[in-house]
């Protein structure tokens, strides 16, 4: 069980790579807060989720909430920056 918790954190770490690795000459002409931001969001995201898969990290009630809350405050912070600077015109 724990070689498919890795192998599944690898498999998440990789595919965010090659989404960096195919956006990663837009994402360099971007202004530094957006990249600030979005590789930030992506740092965070993989600390959360390696904490969460190394040392069972989420064990309960608030613990779950918190993991939950970071994961979904990530995606959002990078989705925003993401739309924010692939936008053009007006929302």
Same mark, same amino acid.
């Given at each position: !069980?724990?070689?498919?918790?890795?192998? !599944? !954190?690898? =498999?998440?770490?990789?595919?965010? +790579? #090659?989404?960096? &690795?195919?956006?990663?000459?837009?994402?360099? =002409?971007?202004?530094? &807060?957006?990249? =600030?931001? #979005?590789? @930030? @969001?992506? #740092?965070?995201?993989?600390?959360?989720? @390696?904490?969460?898969?190394?040392?069972? +990290?989420?064990?309960? @009630? #608030?613990?779950?909430?918190? !993991?939950? =809350?970071?994961?979904?405050?990530?995606?959002?912070?990078?989705?925003?920056?993401?739309?924010?600077?692939?936008?053009?015109?007006? +929302?």
């Amino acid at each position: !069980f724990f070689i498919v918790r890795i192998a !599944f !954190f690898l =498999a998440i770490a990789f595919f965010i +790579y #090659l989404v960096w &690795r195919e956006r990663r000459e837009e994402i360099a =002409a971007w202004p530094q &807060r957006p990249r =600030a931001v #979005l590789y @930030g @969001g992506a #740092l965070l995201a993989v600390v959360n989720l @390696g904490l969460a898969f190394a040392i069972d +990290y989420p064990d309960g @009630g #608030l613990e779950i909430f918190i !993991f939950i =809350a970071v994961l979904v405050a990530c995606v959002f912070s990078m989705w925003r920056v993401w739309r924010e600077q692939t936008t053009y015109g007006h +929302y």
